[in-house]
């Protein structure tokens, strides 16, 4: 599974940027932006590791950016926003979800946040909504199941595969309870099984919420980084 997940990598950053937008539905209304902010590898954060960036959409749940050198695919950074006219900055936790070269050895970065900002978070750093889009229940309604998943943590050098409960699912989500504690930001490859058994879908989600029950396992709110198809959908619900 882990390495048929960076086959699908490779496949995915292949494509151009303009028929990965016409394959992808949004999980967030973007707003344009004309931001220049900081990012730096999460693990190695300090000053003479930070990387200009120019942002140039943004949503509550993640930023595109525009930067000079290439980023891995599931590597995570720390994303510096200006806050718009104020001297200070707001620092977000992001996952590369996607990564495109282009002209002039620019290189397009599909991010998505750990955690949601929120909306005063967007006022703040001055983005505006470019149009009304029409709410998409197919996106966002959340089917309980009975399901069960297999996951893989992104990066573990032990190639480990855990169950998890499916608590509910979406379009552009899952709900995962699980036995073993995953950090929020995590990227995870996570395998939908159906009930006769079999793997529906294999999706790289990432881990924005961990909720601990009182029962000692977690709950885990992940996005999908690309939605279930209405195929899939009916597969596994």
Known sequence: MFGSTFSFWRRLV?????AVAEAERRLWVRYPADLQANIEPAERAALENRVSAK??????????????RPFDTGQMLSLELPQHGDAESHTVLAC??????????????????????????????????????????????????NLRANYQ???????????????????????LEVTVTVDAGALLSVDLIAADGNVVRTILACVVHVTTQSSGVWALGCNFIRELSDEDLEALI
Do not use: H, M
């Open 55 to 68: 942002v140039r959409d943004i949503s509550l749940g993640g930023a595109n950016l525009l930067v000079d």
């Open 153 to 175: 943590k992104i990066g573990d050098p032990e190639n480990r595969v855990f169950s998890a409960q499916v608590i509910n699912l979406s379009a552009s989500g899952v709900g």
């Open 14 to 18: 292949g494509k151009t940027s303009t």
């Open 96 to 145: 590369v979800v996607r990564a495109a070269p282009e002209a002039e050895g620019q290189w397009a970065l599909g991010c998505v946040f750990s955690r949601e900002l929120t909306q005063a978070d967007l006022d703040g750093f001055g983005a505006t909504r470019a149009r009304e889009f029409p709410s998409d229940q197919r996106t966002w309604t959340r089917y309980p199941t």
